[in-house]
């Protein structure tokens, strides 16, 4: 067990529809990263945020929005669903900006029908 | 795209075997670290290696890399049935955001 929680654990949206998903970090982190892992495939990384502002993105499009709150806990919003935005959703703290090692939470899996 | 590619995409070997996988990737990095997945679930962290180190060892795990050919290997030495999982590199690019590879999937027979 990392300390690091997310909720809900599984999730089912149509397409078009909006989604939450949510992360605690663990204690003290201040920095959180998401992530998506398709079925078969490696984690792909979305973004990342430190004190509450996004420090990097990576190949996704802007329907993709994160917050990071002062309690460094984490949302990951997804608008406009589309099918292939199922997948597994993880997300990983860090101690701090620069951290090497990154602590994964189990993760939300999203099926989009 | 995803920066690293391992090998074997599946691996199956009998309890007590040795299990090794490789890690091919593209740029230069910071460093270079394994992680485990079960079920499907969140990934742990097995070890981390430096792209200034040669070889770590941790417990049962022994991790190379060598930076002229970009590649690292994981070997996991006399496996246990817990050891099944998949197995992922993931490269630091020193912009601390991880990128994975398709990972290994490793089955240990008892």
């Known amino acids: 067990e990392t300390g690091v929680t997310q909720s809900p654990t599984h999730l089912i949206k149509t397409r078009g529809q909006q989604v939450t998903l949510r992360c605690s970090s663990q204690?003290?982190?201040?920095?959180v990263s998401w992530y998506q892992q398709a079925l078969g495939q490696g984690p792909q990384f979305i973004f990342q945020?430190?004190?509450?502002?996004?420090?990097g993105r990576g190949n996704f499009p802007p329907r993709f929005s994160g917050l990071q709150f002062p309690n460094y806990s984490s949302e990951l919003n997804v608008n406009a669903l589309e099918l292939d935005d199922s997948a597994l959703y993880l997300c990983a703290s860090s101690l701090k900006f620069g951290a090497e090692t990154q602590y994964f939470g189990p993760g939300t899996r999203l099926l989009v029908l | 795209s995803q920066q690293g590619e391992e090998d074997p995409q599946a691996l199956s070997i009998q309890e007590g075997e040795n299990a090794t996988m490789n890690c091919s990737y593209k740029t230069s990095i910071n460093n270079l670290q394994w992680y485990r997945q079960n079920s499907g679930r969140g990934l742990v962290h097995l070890i981390l290696i430096r792209s200034n180190e040669r070889e770590k060892h941790s417990g049962r795990l022994r991790v190379t890399l060598d930076t002229s050919k970009k590649s690292s290997s994981l070997l996991i030495t006399a496996s246990r049935a817990a050891d099944t999982a998949s197995y992922f590199c993931a490269t630091d690019r020193n912009d601390y955001k991880l990128s994975f590879g398709a990972g290994t999937t490793v089955t240990v027979r008892a």
């Open positions: 945020y430190y004190r509450e502002e996004e420090n």
């Open positions: 204690s003290g982190h201040n920095t």
